[in-house]
């Protein structure tokens, strides 16, 4: 592997979210020359459709950092420009998936932060499917960018342990620092050709479990089924707090439903008669739902159309009586 010096490294920094902007600050920091941020373009948002700019921009703008905001990947003006910066490393965090265009166009390649140990989930929601999994411990991972997504060969590791109430929002907020660290040690030893590069089949072969993936999550993954058992719901509610946010339905006698998503919950694991679904209230600072296995005592929750609202709050507003359900 070429030597070089960390000055010889003229990077190009793709990412959009929060997630990407300690990564992105300690390799500025840290006197790496920053040749280009690529990131969304801006959009509306909100209620009142404002136009908004990415986190990474922002960070961007604020340091004096060159930007392009491309549509498509592969257009051709875009692509002449990143020709024109000869820069020899290409980093990504929390971006789009690349066209070989693009990731194959630095000489030293292009690298990716991944909130999992790879090879297990792979995919867009990392982070809340290894909570809504009940896993105690996850990390993250750099490697190379290869065609098929998360395939890469790996170059460094870190651990993680997942508290035990921990939601994926609190989780995100740990893990973006600890990977912006762990970004920062990959760049270097790229630049001193201090690393090796552990193939991801070799350690599927290795591996006796079956490969746990993370998709995309969809609106269906966050309804909630009562008739789960405790801590698969009390998981998911975590492991979609506070975005996407698990739902469920209350629904009156008289069949009047109401959306409400959850975001805190307190567990119970007791044995009950009780139909899963079934409501037991006071009507004023405490509203449980059982689960096959217990019941699941709401903590905070947000009506459709409302604002988020901690249980007594929401009471003060919502007349509820335990002739409702869950559904």
């Known amino acids: 592997m070429t030597k070089l010096n960390p000055k010889d490294i003229r990077l ?16 500025h920091k840290n006197g790496f020359a920053v040749s280009c941020v690529v990131t969304a373009p801006d959009k509306p948002a909100g209620r009142g459709q404002k136009i908004k700019q990415s ?18 990947l592969k257009d ?20 789009r998936m690349l066209p070989e265009e693009v990731w194959g166009m630095p000489d030293y390649g292009t690298i990716n932060l991944h909130a999992s140990l790879l090879p297990d989930y792979r995919g867009a929601a990392p982070i809340n499917h290894a909570i809504m999994n009940g896993e105690e411990e996850t990390g993250l991972t750099t490697f190379f960018i290869r ?17 035990n109430q921990e939601t994926a ?23 001193s050709g201090d690393y090796k590069r552990r193939v991801q089949d070799d350690l599927m072969i290795k591996s006796t479990g079956e490969l ?29 707090s506070p975005y ?28 009950h008669q009780d139909i ?21 005592n709401l903590k905070k929750v947000q009506l459709e159309g409302r604002g988020k609202h901690d249980i007594e709050q929401f009471l003060r507003g919502f007349k509820i009586n335990n002739s409702w359900v869950a559904v």
């Open 276 to 296: 899963p679904g079934s409501i037991h209230t006071d009507g004023k600072k405490e509203l449980c739902i059982f689960s096959n296995d217990g019941w699941l």
């Open 244 to 271: 996407p946010a698990a739902y469920t339905e209350l629904k009156s006698a008289g069949g009047k439903g109401f959306l409400i998503k959850v975001f805190e919950v307190e567990k119970h694991l007791v044995r």
């Open 55 to 72: 986190a990474v921009k922002t960070y961007a703008i604020a340091n004096g950092l060159k930007i392009l905001q491309p549509t498509l």
């Open 12 to 27: 190009v920094f793709m990412g959009t979210p929060e997630f990407a902007v300690p990564s992105l600050e300690i390799l």
């Open 169 to 191: 929002g609190e989780l995100h907020a740990r893990m973006k620092e600890i990977g912006a660290g762990l970004l920062l040690k990959t760049v270097v030893a790229i630049s």
């Open 147 to 163: 065609h098929e997504i998360d395939t890469g060969d790996i170059l460094f590791q870190q651990k993680v342990k997942i508290q």
């Open 212 to 240: 746990k993936k993370a998709p995309k999550i969809f609106h269906n993954d966050c309804k909630i089924n009562w008739k789960n058992n405790s801590d698969s719901i009390y998981n998911q509610i975590r492991g979609l």
């Open 76 to 95: 051709l003006v875009f692509l002449k420009e990143l020709a024109a910066l000869k820069a020899n490393l290409y980093v990504v965090v929390a971006f």
